[in-house]
Nanobody, 115 residues
Framework: QVQLVESGGGLVQAGGSLRLSCAAS????????MGWYRQAPGKQRELVAS???????NYADSLKGRFTISRDNAKNTVYLQMNSLKFEDTAVYYC?????????WGQGTQVTVSS
């Protein structure tokens, strides 16, 4: 059974930081491209960042310099470090795996930034 379990979301003041984690099970983690997406109320889900099996990263242009994605293959976990958070970063953040022809999503974790 595949599970992607996000954690680390919560309420933070503008300018603060959060670190999201996504623990994966039931997949060959080292063979999967991992990504973080977010969906704000009334908006479409959008890519935040992704990381390949080799560690190459890709970010939404608007988030470069504030967010950092990383992965620990030994722990089957992908992280998203979010700094200098803004009110507009408020959203549900989702973890996604893409590997060996299969795509899976986590349930999401809420991030709320107070202005």
């Amino acid at each position: 059974q595949v599970q992607l379990v996000e954690s680390g979301g919560g309420l933070v003041q503008a300018g603060g930081s959060l670190r999201l984690s996504c623990a994966a099970s039931g997949i060959i983690f080292s063979a999967a491209i991992m990504g973080w997406y977010r969906q704000a109320p009334g908006k479409q889900r959008e890519l935040v960042a992704s990381i390949t099996t080799g560690g190459s990263t890709n970010y939404a242009d608007s988030l470069k310099g504030r967010f950092t994605i990383s992965r620990d293959n030994a722990k089957n976990t992908v992280y998203l470090q979010m700094n200098s958070l803004k009110f507009e970063d408020t959203a549900v953040y989702y973890c996604k795996s893409n590997g060996l022809g299969r795509i899976y999503w986590g349930q999401g974790t809420q991030v709320t930034v107070s202005s």
